[in-house]
């Protein structure tokens, strides 16, 4: 309080006293707290911009000790795609002395506004978000958060280490044009992944000059989903040689579609998963697909965290994208006149 | 500190003096902390036991404010067994304003010893132990712990709330002999909910009066075991016309066995499998399956887990078993010489 101390940081106090509130207010706001109003939220942050204020160090001592726990939000436990995410995180992590804790996103929504909300009360080192955005997603300042496995929502503050789901599009695609097909459906739903890989699959078509395809969207992405869309596909344009499905969970939908049409995989009809699944890998579905090398992801997601635990959170957000690859199974072949 | 005060309940302080140890030491202990000296741990605990010391209030009191969270320990996120657990404790225990937070027992095994470690640090309300429990499971005194879906090994302290596994074992292996099947392989694996149900299987064979079955185990309980496991059961023993397997995802693997040997199912080989999982409802598979009524199992967990958090610690420990019941789909029927 001497005038004659050393220049030093600024304090929660020196926030709370330039924007006019209470140290617990900053506190709420530096937690991402969605009681506090818009007007006393955008107060505190100018004060924090004016002082120069770096949450990071309050943060962490209004937290107290850290538990060394990343959260993970998933969407849906029954979508296996997050199977190689979480052994990429869990091996890059555990290195660092982290841990994993996962939510599915869905399974808590009746608790609580945000599945961000649980973690944080946690006192979680850092998120990944794995699932599709909200803004309700509000991030404490100074928390470091990848969202991790597709470029979906944004999340304001948040890293971005994901596949290139688009190109992921356009490479099932190819595969299908260059076997020969020339009557390809896709099958998509609900959420930003899916519209990227339909985008691909678009585009894919257009430089191949084909005349727009029919793409079946029913709303999410479950194996009902990919069996109704796949079924209605079917009956609509019974000309069908190949389906692009939006994941391998579609996929297996789509392949019970083909059989109850007594059609054969892949004689009569191909079909592409994509995310390379353990569902995708079983010896009963063999599914050719699109790897979206998700444990590499994790693996990235997990560096990203480790860094910015490390560094100062003025630092700008990155995004990286994986380029996806092309998995052959038994699901693809030419077509029978083709 | 007077002689004149009330009788009033003996604190941390009290142990803490009675056990020659320090008031850390005696919170390490109702952590559960695997540091204390197995000695020392015996000290706080025989001095609790002669103060009457409840741990309970005076956990939660160390803890601090606690998280209104759950942690619930699976074994392996590729087998979907626990998802109607997860809805089911979900539904159970958001009416009382908890959330849950999942943890893979493999993969947190290269962070700590116990993945129950990570969730106490992250100041659970509760654990649910939904996977095969280890010794180095230690359980603090005071918190709630429910160990949830087939009744494995046992966790000292903890409730148990599971499905009845030897009498699913029966239930399925029952429907094959009631379709006239008599020449039955079952495909088991590691584990204790494999190994109950591999014992109903084989009483109800004694029961019919069938000579020791082909039962073929490899290991553990994933696709590939199962696809392993049914080629060499039908290669040594051809005339099988039903497979019992230990669950849905070893059965996925029989379908694909099955497959490759040129088996119709079920026209040339019925097939069963055990949990109802979201893939033996899906309309590729239509597996005949038993449902361990996880939802049920996982309701009436979060019954437990919120009973306990009201009550005192040493009300003795329940074990519950559910009922399962058998779910008849399209992958059995009679045996075409039957």
Redesign the interface.
């Known amino acids: 309080m001497s005038g004659a101390e050393a220049p030093r940081r600024p304090t929660i106090y020196d926030v709370a006293a330039a924007a006019g509130v209470s140290k617990s207010l900053v506190s709420l706001v530096l937690r991402g707290s969605p009681s506090v109003s818009e007007a006393r939220r955008a107060a505190v942050l100018d004060a924090m911009a004016r002082l120069d204020y770096r949450p990071s160090q309050a943060a962490a001592a209004l937290a107290g000790a850290r538990?060394?726990?990343i959260?993970v939000v998933l969407d849906d436990?029954?979508n296996?795609w997050?199977?190689g995410l979480?052994?990429g995180l869990?091996e890059g992590?555990?290195a660092h002395?982290?841990?994993?804790?996962?939510?599915?996103g869905t399974?808590?929504a009746?608790?609580?506004a945000s599945p961000l909300d649980?973690?944080l009360?946690?006192?979680?080192d850092g998120l990944v978000i794995a699932t599709e955005p909200t803004p309700a997603m509000r991030v404490p300042a100074g928390l470091p958060v990848v969202v991790a496995g597709s470029r979906r929502g944004e999340v304001p503050g948040a890293d971005v280490v994901a596949n290139d789901d688009r190109l992921g599009g356009r490479l099932a695609t190819d595969h299908l044009l260059e076997l020969g097909h020339r009557r390809i459906g896709h099958l998509t739903g609900d959420g930003g992944a899916a519209q990227l890989r339909a985008e691909g699959f678009r585009e894919s078509l257009l430089a191949a000059g084909l005349r727009a395809p029919v793409v079946r969207g029913e709303g999410s992405t479950t194996?009902?989903d990919g069996?109704r869309a796949a079924l209605r596909l079917l009956g609509e344009a019974p000309g069908t040689t190949a389906l692009f499905a939006a994941n391998d969970t579609m996929a297996?939908?789509a392949?019970?579609?083909a059989?109850?049409r007594g059609l054969r995989v892949p004689e009569d009809l191909s079909v592409i998963g994509y995310d390379d699944s353990?569902?995708a890998a079983?010896?009963?579905l063999r599914l050719t697909t699109v790897d979206g090398r998700n444990a590499e992801v994790g693996a990235a997601a997990a560096e990203r965290l480790v860094a910015r635990t490390a560094t100062e959170p003025s630092e700008p957000v990155r995004t990286a994208l994986l380029t996806p690859r092309l998995v052959p199974r038994s699901s693809c072949a030419g077509p029978r006149d083709g």
């Open positions: 538990t060394r726990t959260g436990f029954r296996l997050f199977v979480l052994r869990q992590l555990s002395g982290f841990r994993i804790a996962v939510a599915d399974l808590n009746h608790v609580e649980g973690f009360s946690m006192r979680v194996e009902e069996y297996m939908g392949l019970a579609a059989r109850e353990p569902i079983t010896h009963l």
